[in-house]
């Protein structure tokens, strides 16, 4: 039997979302309805399974035993190699917002930690400043105009969007990415999922404290994304009654 390709999985599952957002895109009743989360009635079962089960029972017991069990310079070596694999698709996606500053680091970081750091073991590049920055394809889009699109929960993942999840299967065509055999690449993935779980520790307690988990992991998701696209200067917003409030207090100062 042939093992699927998982861009081939991910087509498919891009796919079928954008059907369900399109069938459940007729007006709402709710006026506090979330525009980014036309998907909400579907969202929010797949948080609970992936926060309440996958989470619990799979990912925090395997990324807490990883983070015991593996010595701490092996985990940071691992990691790093995993990382310099996405070297080349920040020279792109930086080319491709005239960072040419940063396509230069990203160049310079791949050159020097793919030879003298053995494959990306060893980060030398931090040592002459020169800091990782992973940028993505879905930035790219960001920084064109193009909107998040619908929210999306993947079950046992976690939160995510359309055009995140555009970008990061455009990201898996670039080199070397492309050309890294399917098993080989779960275990890259594995090895940063690990580590992202891992680091999530410090934020469970804001998490289950939360009074709606779902809307508070949503809000941090969506402020996260904006906070890469403007590379960490997003613009500050002023919705429109806080906009009109401001007005009426200054003709009244006046």
């Given at each position: 039997m042939k093992i699927p390709s998982e861009k081939s999985i991910l087509i498919v599952f891009i796919v079928g979302l954008l059907a369900i957002s399109g069938c459940s895109s007729t007006p709402s009743n709710n006026a506090y309805a979330d525009p980014k989360d036309p998907l909400e009635s579907i969202n929010r079962p797949f948080w609970t399974f992936t926060w309440d089960y996958a989470d619990k029972y799979v990912a925090r017991p395997a990324s807490s035993a990883y983070a015991e069990y593996v010595p701490t310079d092996l985990r940071t070596g691992v990691y790093n190699m995993a990382l310099n694999l996405n070297e080349p698709s920040a020279i792109i996606n930086n080319l491709l917002q005239a960072k040419f500053s940063d396509a230069a680091v990203s160049t310079g970081r791949f050159l020097l930690n793919s030879t003298i750091g053995l494959f990306g073991f060893f980060d030398p590049a931090s040592d002459f400043g020169w800091a990782r920055k992973q940028e993505e394809f879905g930035e790219v889009l960001g920084s064109y105009g193009v909107g998040d699109g619908p929210y999306l929960v993947v079950p046992g993942l976690g939160p995510s969007s359309v055009r995140e999840e555009v970008g990061d299967y455009v990201d898996k065509y670039y080199w070397p990415l492309a050309a890294i055999d399917f098993w080989?690449?779960?275990?890259?993935?594995?090895?940063?999922?690990?580590?992202?779980?891992?680091?999530?520790?410090?934020?469970?307690?804001?998490?289950?404290?939360?009074?709606?988990?779902?809307?508070?992991?949503?809000?941090?998701?969506?402020?996260?994304?904006?906070?890469?696209?403007?590379?960490?200067?997003?613009?500050?917003?002023?919705?429109?009654?806080?906009?009109?409030?401001?007005?009426?207090?200054?003709?009244?100062?006046?």
């Open positions: 080989p690449n779960i275990v890259r993935m594995a090895v940063v999922g690990l580590e992202q779980r891992a680091s999530l520790s410090q934020q469970e307690k804001l998490i289950d404290e939360s009074i709606d988990s779902y809307e508070f992991v949503k809000n941090a998701y969506f402020q996260n994304l904006k906070f890469k696209v403007y590379d960490g200067n997003p613009p500050i917003e002023v919705n429109a009654a806080d906009e009109a409030e401001l007005e009426a207090y200054l003709d009244e100062i006046d």
